[in-house]
């Protein structure tokens, strides 16, 4: 006996817009993922452009200095570490075939093919570099997005809200939400890489370890990455102190202080900078980097937590849960 299935002219064009949907989210997906920067941005900066106001500053004059500081900053930084940060990455790079060399046994070592890996690597991280440099729209585009949210973020979040017309209140209680993680994530994240990377390089720098500075920026880098991050951080300072260094107790030390900023970090340093703000569980975060890098690249990589952030309280408020469910 044969079943015979109707199909509406409604589920029909309901399936046709949600397909099309989705291909118009792909097509634009490069502007919603800048979008979605600037709104982390917006929630990152805003405590400090109300802190200003507070101060009786006028909103536009807050922004503006808030840019101008980071401006300062982020040049400042740049003309303190880019030189020697190349010297050192060049020197690195020399050195590095020759360590490797030295660990492994005789004949299990292909140095020619090290180096060329190693030339296509950086040659590559030298185009991403010149991109990101190159690309000053993006940049700029991102910039005025975050000052416009910044400007208008009460009309911002009324317009939002203003979509869920049945419950408006708790909308924008949840857009509050949203923006309050979000903001915590990217301000504890910059503070627990640069705390991670002062450390990491005071460490090498006292035990006279060569090319401290990219290594201790690697170290706050991987900071991002939870529970292996520090670890993949550690070994290569380790190997390098054990191929140059006459002292067999040299790597140990390296090792010993390196665990000991874990420890710092897992018990003081991230409870006291995050204060469970966002507190999605290690592994959940891993994988997300995971996915994150393997659907969208560097970019899917470094906006995974926030992402994973804003589908965990949907979550969170689907289910009327107050606890983190990942």
Known sequence: MTRKIDISHKTIFFIAGFIGALWIIYLIKDVILLLFVAIILMSALSPFVEKLMHWKFP??????????????????????????????????????????????????????????????????????????????????????????????????????????????????????????????????????????????????????????????????????????????????????????????ALPLFIAIGYLAIQQLESHIIVPQVMKRAVGLNPLVVILAIAIGGRVLGISGALLAVPITVVVQILLEEILDTKESII
């Open 59 to 248: 909103k536009g004059l807050a922004i503006g200095l808030i840019y101008l500081a980071i401006i300062l900053i982020i040049g400042l930084l740049l003309y303190v570490i880019v030189t020697p940060l190349i010297e050192q990455t060049s020197s690195l790079t020399t050195s590095l075939p020759h360590t490797i060399e030295k660990l492994m046994p005789d004949g299990t070592f292909n140095r020619n093919l090290l180096e060329q890996k190693l030339t296509d690597i950086f040659g590559n991280a030298l185009g991403v570099t010149l991109t990101i440099f190159s690309n000053a729209i993006t940049i700029v585009s991102i910039a005025v997005l975050t000052f416009y949210l910044l400007l208008d973020k009460e009309r911002f979040e009324n317009l939002l809200s203003h979509a869920f017309v049945s419950n408006q209140s708790r909308a924008k209680k949840l857009i509050t939400r949203f923006e309050d993680m979000l903001g915590a994530w990217l301000r504890g994240q910059v503070v627990l890489s640069l705390v991670i990377g002062i450390m990491s390089y005071i460490l090498l720098y006292i035990f006279k370890i060569p090319y401290a500075l990219p290594l201790a920026i690697l170290a706050g880098i991987m900071e991002v990455v939870p529970v292996i991050g520090p670890i993949v951080s550690a070994i290569p300072p380790i190997l390098i102190a054990y191929v140059t260094s006459p002292s067999p």
